[in-house]
């Protein structure tokens, strides 16, 4: 039996955003324990610091997927609690439409630095390797990242719309923290 499309996306989005973001993740551990026994066995290995940096550059683009995927992503709510019902019906367009643009706009930044990058035949100072598999993180999450926007519209839709905060829309503007059901 096959499964629907949504599911299919689901699957594509976690594996690669979540997988990869672990990969890198566990890379840097790898990578910054190699170094603190090369500096205590007196022979430093000079390309962690530099692999350490590039490992962390992919894990927070691919977790910055990852969390528009669950729904996660950091959202100022208090304008559209505060204006009318129908801005409040208006969270969920303005939610797609602005993160798109942003990942749109990150894609296409992305896409050209890593062409530059290619371009200059740039590499690395102390790993022997090209720019561009560097750079080439931006256009990839970008895309890893309205998949997941996708993905969360059929499958989240509703951590996506504006919950009940259950507070008067005059007390949102002044509240630390708000907590809403259960999420």
Known sequence: MRAPLSSLLGTFV????????????????????LQVIGRLAGHPLPWT???????????????????????ESARVVVFLVMGRRFFQKLAVPIYVGSSVFFFGLMGWTGFTLMRQQIMMNETAATVPIPM???????????????????DSLRNRRDLIALPELGLPAGEIAHADVSITSGY
Not at 50 to 56: N, V
């Open 14 to 33: 976690r594996l690669v955003a979540d997988v990869a973001a672990g990969i890198a993740c566990a890379g840097i551990l790898i990578v910054v324990l």
């Open 49 to 71: 610091e530099e692999a350490t940096r590039f490992l962390f550059i992919w894990m927070v683009f691919l977790g910055l997927a990852a969390g528009f995927r669950t729904v």
């Open 132 to 150: 561009w598999l560097i750079g080439m993180v931006m256009p990839v999450s970008a895309v890893i990242a309205i998949l997941a926007i996708i």
